[in-house]
């Protein structure tokens, strides 16, 4: 097997649920020993979550811990805590995202890890940074609402919406990971660990960062002419819902294809890229509106969305998605078909870059999931089914030097 970029970190992935699995699976695919360690009998809550067949690890916990090793330890025995401090010595990062508070009581302080092992780099995801919100636990859609991302997402007549895609805890993850590799590269230099800390809120807002953008915009003109609320409706003193408008400099849209009357995916998003209006003109059988001038300048047309959008729909209503898609991509107009998670599946190109594998599982048989989506020339990604629970405890813990009567003494005692 060839090299991979982290050959040779070894991470303590004390994580569970989402945020902190995503993060120490990323890891893994390039290349960490990733050694999960959860409680005996129970695992990471997600084994059981959201179950599809009786009995058997569910796909939320197989698609989020490829490539891992899993370790059994109760930390709340005695021998327990032993083999962690062995962990804890032996390892280059511990990742954690407990509930605030978790890790202290533990016994696990940032005095104790630098009497074990200063060289450790300790990761942890909170809901929270520091502030009145910093003992709170949270999930995925709370770090959505606390982020910025709900308020600013759906229609202006309608509440708040969370979206599918998952910024609180994947995006919080790969933040987390970033913070990993650029301490272990400080490291390198400094010889010390140190502290990463990613908040979810923190994540979630850095990915709304353009909507901080818009809310200065907003206090300076009163007004935001890519929005669709201009130029008929009305402003507040917030950032407001933005459909599904831009948000960026060239309007945007989703429009219906042919077929939307039964197909609830049969739409496409277009974007009237100013430096190709000509050609949107021309392929929609609109050519006069390349010289009107209430249409000619990306100024003038913002006051003409609504009806410029309609027209548009017009033409792809004739067409279904992948033949607009044909069509536009002929002209270099920007758009992308509104894709289900079914055609997703069955788009080959994804299996042949990776990003969608097929993995195998001896108790769940063959299922889908979502490869590394980061390429590295260097240090290709081969996808490796998540471990049953204690799958490898004897052997990580024969890593660690105990021998077979340590083992069994721990196993008696329920440390393990
Ligand atoms: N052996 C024994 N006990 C263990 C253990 C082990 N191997 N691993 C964990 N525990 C114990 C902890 O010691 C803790 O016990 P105490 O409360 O007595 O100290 C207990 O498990 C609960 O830990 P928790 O608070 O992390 O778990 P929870 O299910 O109550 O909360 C969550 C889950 C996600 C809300 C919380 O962990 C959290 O807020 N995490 C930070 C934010 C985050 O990552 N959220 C995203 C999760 S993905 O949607």
Redo the contacts with the bound molecule.
Sequence with gaps: MSKKALDGVKILDFT?????PTCTQLLAWFGADVIK???PGEGD?TRGQLRDIPGVDSLYFTMLNHNKRSVT????KVG?MAVLDRLIQNCDVMVE???PG?LE??GITWERIQELNPRLIVAS???FGAGPYAEC????NVAQCAGGAASTTGFDDGPPLVTGAQIG?SGTGLHLALGIVAALYQRTHSGRGQKVLAP?QDAVLNLCRVKLRDQQRLERTHTMNEYPQYPDGKFGDAVPRAGNASGGGQPGAILKCKGWETDPNAYIYFITQAAVWHSVCTVIGEPKWITDEAYATPQARLLHLKPIFARIEQWTKTKTKFEAMDILNTYDIPCGPILSMKEIAADRSLYDSGTLVEVDHPTRGKYLSVGNPIKLSDSPTEVTRSPLLGEHTDEVLAQLGFDASEIGALRLEGAI
């Design positions: 569970h649920v989402q945020s902190g360690v959860e409680r809550a330890i109760n930390t709340k327990g995202n407990f509930g978790v009581r533990m995801v909170k809901g636990k949270v999930y995925e805890d979810m």
